[in-house]
């Protein structure tokens, strides 16, 4: 590849303005076959070579939404399978992977690092951490992906430990610890770089661990500042704990899904999970901030520029684990810099990012646990919706109406995109639990409202009314949903969409599908034989346009025949 | 009850009894009388009888015997015994009947085999029976005889679909996405489907089975429970 540029270089005669600009492009092509380094400025800018995948959300402001259109409404039922990479592992396969300049960088579950040929699937290398036995992450034994900065990638690990990898030969370049598995911290978020730093957050939520955000210095690991995610005694928002108690020490408000960055304001904003013990608020009154937030932090130190809290006290395990996607919009016939966010919880957001002002919350599926919002964007519990000893029926049930499942914005449909589960509750039971450092903190549990294995491989007993995963696509100037696709079972999947109107995503079902994003009509569909647990992505090469999603224990890459 | 502490709701009970089966039902069988002297599926403990005393037992095992401490959480051990108390109370009287005699009813008279299947013999249409005894409790398969439509299993439940063409198919449904369908048919062919394709598809609302309450004697419905009760598989 690289001599070929070469060789048309060499032969080109350059001529006029034309002929510059058309060296200029060549040199472009060259450099970029030639796998330039990933600047901070190219991650800035990398909506301008959608040809990649830079980040775990496509770009900083994650809105999952790339401007390529070579696969169109017209042509898309013209996809074919191009390669599969089949893990070597039967973890949940959850991470989106990065695309530089012709190479894939995916984690196959728990943590090892693959570099493939993003036109092949073969593979370069492969970088194998094996965590430590003590390590104990809730719900998985996950990864969702790496970043990337200069010729590093970079991985968080269940076992609490950022690693810095040789992007060209796999080989560490430094490893750090940064909590203790053993209390119950573990790391499955890809990381996310910003200047010269790597900022990642822990999860933990369900032991009662103390959560926080870190940035760490990219050439050396070493810490440039922490966030914790529960504040200590002096500093604000302490007071939303119970005084004369150590309940903010282990209060969880874990941190498990990256965060997006907006670089004109300097911020970067990431969602906190749920206060510990999940399910029981006896023993932490108080709002509990900032669990169930999103949190706006300078880049540079690390302080607190504003804050929201979607679900004060919360008690039904409402993670505020969302990507936080932003958007350039008109508001009320001005334009606005806001945050899109669908929360577990149930509401539709829309918050000024400057500022973190509320500007509106609506429900996107069936809630019963808050009534409305105040002025100030606080929501309105309805009386006696709290889990007890019997089970309390809470729409949402516990998965959330919506959970860490990658939504959408096309700035070209102007619509907000999110992976559903509509019609959902769970029996919420509380219990009295001792907080005992390194074992699981719950306090009570949800119970499923519909007979076990009604969600399983095998769907035959769901009822017509009962669950159902759908997309849902919602204006963001109010709220109301445009559409919707619904599928029988409920869906893990995340979301894409790309510049040609077209919105990719798969669900529990086992099928990858394409659907016009203007209306939601299916208009193309593969079986992928697993669940799709991930974010799809699109990336081109050599003048081909892909798109990859992971599926099963699987990873797939389709692109038009030719 | 004398001694129950705790209000339980329906789905309490209904939850409690997935659990007790996932968990207990192995040991104790499933109307709980199958370990000597601890007859818990009609209240009888040996290990104390209010409900703090059963979820301790559930928690902590009993040194000693089969019954070792469990990892069941507190309020899933106390649905456990929500079940146990409702099933005390639902135990009701059964009268005796000859299994072999059963036996005889179900090939002949009853033809149960017309949609039934045990150990190998029968029509595959309804649910497979070989292992009845070991999952259900006597009440409710005399239940299922007398008043099929009181509680259908949604895994047995009936699917009736239209093609686009006009042919009518009634099957069980076995699985489903949101573009297909899966079903075993009358004919015992296993068939799949895209909606698509289909005009429409739903449940039947009953079951497909008959009343045996007005085909049966009282003493051969309790004959036929016996066998049923009888089977436990290979």
Redesign the interface.
Known sequence: MIFSHASVLTRQPVHGARSIKRALFLIVLVAASLQAQVSSDRLLKSNQEPQNWLTYSGHYNAQRYSTLNQITPENVKNLEQQWIFQARSLEKFEATPLVVDGIMYTVQAPNDVVALDAATGRIFWTYSWTPEAASRPCCGRVNRGVAVLGDTLFMATIDARLIAIDAKNGRPLWNIQIAAPEKGYAMTLAPLVMKDKVIVGTAGGEYGIRGFIAAYDVKTGKEAWKFYTIPGPGEPGHETWPANSNAWEHGGASVWVTGSYDPALNLTYWGIGNPGPDWNGDPRPGDNLYSCSVVALDVDTGKLKWYYQFSPHDEFDYDATQVPVLADIQWQGSPRKVMLWANRNGFFYVLDRATGQFLLGKPFVEVNWASGFDAKGRPQRVPGMTPN???TLILPGNQGGTNWYNPSYSPRTGLFYIPTWANYSS?Y?K?EQEFVEGRTYGG??P???V????RTT??????EDEWYGAIRALDPHTGEMKWQF????VTDAGILTTGSNLLFSG?R???FYALDARDGKLLW?ANVGGRVISGPMTFSLNGRQYVAVAAGNSLFTFALKQ | MVFAQHEFTPADIEAGRQLYTNTCLRCHGPDGDLIKDADIGHGKFRRGSTDDDLVRVIRNGIEGTPMTSSNITEPNALIIVAYLRSMATAAGTIASGDAARGKTIFEGKGTCTSCHRVLGSGSRIGPDLSQIGGARRVVELQRSLVDPDAEIVPANRMLKLVTRDGATVTGRLLNQDAFTLQLLDSKEQLRSFSKSNLREFSFVANSAMPSYKDKLSSQELADLVSYLASLKGF
């Not at chain 1, 007979?451 to 009604?454: A, R, S, Y």
């Not at chain 1, 095998?458 to 009822?463: D, E, S």
């Not at chain 1, 619904?486 to 079972?489: A, G, I, N, R, W």
């Open positions: 000893n019997q089970g029996l039971v219990q009570g549990g119970r499923n409202t007979p076990p294995g009604v095998v769907n035959n007993f769901a009822k619904k599928m029988t079972d669900g079902e086992g099928y569909k």
